[in-house]
């Protein structure tokens, strides 16, 4: 007799439940998006939305905040994929919010343009009149993280709350808004590192060259490893050298670190991870390191 096995493995139901969500969504919202990168997060997202409408086109624009000083192998691929999917991308320009005066680049050995791009995401959530935004946080990154519920509802200035959420009872999210108020919604609010790089294992989905272990000259600063990059200021205290690192995250280049590694494949990076006790964000974003309450004043600001 035919036996079939009917288990279902943690990526399917952690799948299911961001399809259910990306629907859910699609169903209750006029104008939602998704914010779209080219990392692995959103890269993840974006095939979860694949898959959530195949084989209808997906039914809403993707956004890139664009901080003008993002590594040029994520953007080369976040192009790329979003021809090859005939998606239509919103660029959101930092340097575009600068220009207006609608921000001030900061200046100095430590500037970023991280924090700025709060205004420019905000901007443009109000301009295109999105009411819902998909993101890829997730809830094992850091602490602020870990309070978002899967719909977190910001007010008509963009403002996080988290004593103001709407309760979430099993798979059932609150949708309502006014005029000026919008949903940061977070499908993968369940999944952790390991789990994303499984998924992209198992799919066999492409990332960008700079999660893989490759040769590049670095200089350490606060005891992470920053690339060297015009946008960057050295000190004469922090001598480039030249050492084998790969991405475990990537955003502005400013205050994204790099961490030693060989792993060249996506099996050897799952072999890697599976044995650090350190997050992404806390071994490679000096931002969020400056203090636990870093990215929750940065959320309630508006922030992703």
């Known amino acids: 007799m035919l036996q079939r096995d009917y288990t279902t493995s943690q990526l399917d139901v952690l799948e299911a439940e961001a399809i259910h969500i990306m629907r859910e969504v699609a169903a209750e919202f006029e104008r939602p998006c998704l914010l779209f990168s080219g990392g692995k997060d959103s890269i993840v997202m974006l ?12 039914p809403f624009p993707l956004m890139h905040v664009d901080t003008g000083h993002n590594f040029s192998e994520v953007i080369d691929f976040r192009d790329r994929r979003v021809a090859e999917l005939g998606a239509r991308l919103v660029v959101a320009s930092v ?23 709060t205004t420019t995401l905000l901007d443009a959530i109000e301009e295109q009149e999105f009411d819902a935004v998909f993101g890829g946080a997730r809830r094992d990154e850091e602490k602020a993280r870990a309070k978002e519920r899967v719909f977190s509802f910001r007010d008509d200035f963009g403002q996080w709350d988290p004593k103001n959420q709407r309760p979430e009872l099993w798979n059932l999210y609150n949708a309502k808004i006014r005029k ?6 977070f499908p993968l609010s369940n999944w952790t590192e390991l789990d994303i790089w499984d998924y992209i294992r198992r799919e066999g989905i492409e990332i960008p060259t700079i999660y893989f272990a490759h040769t590049r000259m670095v200089f350490e600063r606060d005891g992470m490893l920053l690339p ?77």
């Not at 095939?47 to 997906?58: D, L, M, Q």
């Not at 921000?103 to 924090?115: F, H, I, K, L």
């Not at 969020?288 to 959320?299: L, Q």
Request: contains cysteine; charged residues 35%; glycine residues 6%.
């Open 228 to 304: 060297e990059s015009d946008v960057l200021e050295r000190g004469d205290d922090e001598p480039l050298f030249e050492a084998m690192v790969r991405y475990r995250t990537v955003g502005d280049i400013t205050c994204t670190g790099a961490v030693p590694s060989t792993a060249a494949t996506v099996s050897e990076i799952i072999e890697e991870i599976a044995v650090t006790r350190i997050t992404e964000r806390g071994a490679t974003r000096a931002d969020d390191r400056a203090s636990e309450a870093a990215m929750e004043d940065r959320k309630k600001e508006g922030y992703f």
């Open 95 to 117: 340097q575009a919010s600068i220009d207006a005066g609608r921000v001030v680049e900061e200046t100095g050995r430590r500037a970023s343009r991280n924090r700025l791009q």
């Open 180 to 185: 000026g108020e919008h949903i940061r919604v």
């Open 47 to 58: 095939r979860i939305a694949e898959k959530a409408f195949w084989p209808a086109p997906i």
